[in-house]
């Protein structure tokens, strides 16, 4: 059971926008960024957000992200093929002292 | 420009010990102010923080590992270690070594690319 929350599972067509939610506690999430994680199969997680809504250079500007107080979100618009992967939202807890990541969720694009 | 790369054996019989270790270029691991990571994968699951040392030689753990954990680090060779004793089959996964600073992730630090650890008799 991870302690944050994300849906196993999203999915949109081509050209839609999809939106991955984080829930968390006013001991993670509530009190620090949150950054989100892209993972192709194979290969190893890269930064795709961070500091809640930064975008790393070269991630696109469909790309965003948003965090209101113990819950965030990665959106992306205007979908791709190419966007299909893992997404995983991170954060620091600072009661238990330690990273903490969400369960991961499946983006597939149809 | 930083680079990971995690070396070890692939398999680890169950009740022995796995060791890992990661090796920096670009940087060292005496370099204020990040601290370097490790982060497993089990096969077909989340990723799992499992603990962090501190350039100044300072670990934290996962709470959820704290006992079986130890990471160190060694500056005269620019890497650091990881060492999981008493493994069974549930610590079978990808591990992966990244760097940080205080409860941030750099998002210019690539990670490692992972090496597979199979516990198995």
């Known amino acids: 059971q991870s302690v944050l929350t994300q849906p196993p599972s999203a999915s949109g067509t081509a050209g839609q926008r999809v939106t991955i939610s984080c829930s968390g506690s006013?001991?993670?999430?509530?009190?620090?960024?949150v950054y989100w994680f892209q993972q192709f199969p194979g290969t190893a997680p890269k930064v795709c957000i961070y500091?809640?809504?930064q975008r790393p250079s070269g991630v696109p500007d469909r790309f965003s992200g948003s965090r209101s107080g113990t819950s965030a979100s990665l959106a992306i618009g205007g979908l791709r093929p190419e966007d299909e992967a893992d997404y995983y939202c991170?954060?620091?807890?600072?009661?238990?002292?330690?990273?903490?990541f969400g369960g991961g969720t499946k983006l597939t694009v149809l | 420009q930083l680079q990971l790369q995690e070396s070890g054996p692939g398999l680890v019989k169950p009740s022995e010990t796995l060791s890992l270790r990661c090796t920096v270029s670009g940087d060292s691991v005496d370099s204020s102010p990040y601290y370097w990571a490790w982060i497993r994968q089990a096969p077909g699951r989340g990723l799992e923080w499992m603990g962090s040392i501190r350039y100044t030689g300072t670990p934290y753990y996962n709470p959820s590992l704290r006992g079986r954990v130890t990471i160190s680090l060694d500056t005269s060779k620019s890497h650091f270690s990881l060492r999981l004793p008493s493994v069974t089959a549930a610590d079978t996964a990808v591990y992966y070594c990244?760097?940080?600073?205080?409860?941030?992730?750099?998002?210019?630090?690539?990670w490692g690319q992972g090496t597979l650890v199979t516990v198995s008799s």
């Open positions: 991170a954060t620091w807890d600072d009661s238990l002292s330690a990273w903490v």
């Open positions: 500091r809640d809504e």
């Open positions: 990244a760097r940080h600073i205080k409860k941030q992730w750099v998002p210019a630090d690539p």
């Open positions: 006013s001991s993670n999430i509530g009190g620090n960024y």
